[in-house]
């Protein structure tokens, strides 16, 4: 007898070998999309929006490119959240963990082929996957006891995060600017003490650190345009009632004066909340909101310093780092908790007036200032810079580092390689697989630079054949070059993310055997 369909007309399954086939060229497809983004001479993409304004993105950032596509294939999509949860979480290595789950599912491909049983090569990779990581602990160096080395170990790690990016020209200066404000943070890992302002202009070697806070506004007229030891209020609340408030009152007076005396009872209720404010002993009065002309002109003959509508980013911040914090009401200033800074003053950064505080409270707080040709440029190196701070502030924690330039990878390779040999079964063939997708890497580095990547990779695997050898890519001079004395490092937390991230995705996808999209819900069912 016939068997009923059981899923309605729209739905559509896949199964077996189909199901397992779309995983794959899904995934493969997408490590192919962002694999020419990796290493120092990885190429941009130009991310075009079809929304209003055709926004235009230029990036490197493998996260950001991801982010930007709509996908319809399931284990794309896998991809891409790995790719977001690196970027979330070590900030670097957002192109290397989709590229390599890519090519672990690439060897997958093979193996399923020969009909080896996708469970066998999950537990193969599970197997080499400890092993790899193993390979790096043995080889790991931290220099955390000794200050001097570990300074110059961030610079080094901050070179390279920046090397692959728009930054790369002049690296020296932003690892420069990213440890400084990084060292900082003393260890905490909360990268919102440090702003980063963006002023189109001048060019990128412009772009300087400010210790202190820098407030994107204009200071208003007739106030003081320096303040010492200030105390500042950070405020949240309308300071523009000029008129009633009431939504949909009406008033009906029956003759002109009535009115003047309406508005006189606003200015007097306006008086009296200034005078609440001003009773706090502040010389600085920070709002949200708008401040209308009579009560700036209050704060003015008060000699305090009345700054309107500074953005909520730029308040909770400023709030953050003085010490203070956000007020709305105002009638017990003893329960209000002021913030400091020694000096307040108007800078000029090219051609806009900003409002610089100096000498804030949480001497963590740093400001960043970007300078570049345009936006899209100063975009890309805002997403470059913060990449750099993100790896740097997770290495201050976890302050092991590693050789860098498709090193960790040789090393793993031949660890992994050896276990493949040592392990019986269908499961070496599996183990082989991840060894050989480990070695893609710095193939594919190879590649983007335009090197034969065959003869390279050849050559540093022999290298590495000899005891505590330091072998990897220099693409700079396109041959084998030692990454110790090339300074080439990176953080043992992000190749290790990359390592498990992505071999977990693989797992995930090939444990796949069928793939069913649903049917669209249709109006008329809801009755």
Known sequence: MAIEKIFKDDASEEKGERARMASFVG?????????????PKGMDKILQSTGRGREVTVTNDGATILKSLHIDNPAAKVLIDISKVQDNEVGDGTTSVVVLAGELLREAEKLVAAKIHPMTIISGYRMAAECARNALLKRVVDNKENAEKFKSDLMKIAMTTLSSKILSQDKEHFAQLAVDAVMRLKGSTNLEAIQIIKKPGGSLKDSFLDEGFILDKKIGLGQPKRIENAKILVANTAMDTDKVKIYGARVRVDSMSKVAEIEGAEKEK???????IIAHGINCFVNRQLIYNFPEELFADAG???IEHA??????RLALVTGGEIASTFDNPESVKLGHCKLIEEIMIGEDKLIHFSGVEMGQACTIVLRGASHHVLDEGERS???ALCVLS???NDTRVLLGGGWPEMVMAKEVDELARKTPGKKSHAIEAFSRALVAIPTIIADNAGLDSADLVAQIRAEHHKEGCSAGIDVISGSVGDMAERG??????VKQA?????TEAAEMILRVDEIITCAPRRREDRM
């Open 27 to 39: 995934a493969i497809a997408i490590t192919d999309l962002v694999k020419t983004t990796l290493g």
């Open 270 to 276: 306006m008086r009296e909340k200034v005078q609440k």
């Open 304 to 306: 305090i310093l009345a």
């Open 311 to 316: 953005d909520f980013d730029g308040i909770e």
């Open 385 to 387: 810079l913060h990449d």
């Open 394 to 396: 997770q290495t201050v």
């Open 488 to 493: 080439i490092s990176e953080s043992f937390k």
């Open 498 to 502: 990359v390592l498990l991230s992505a």
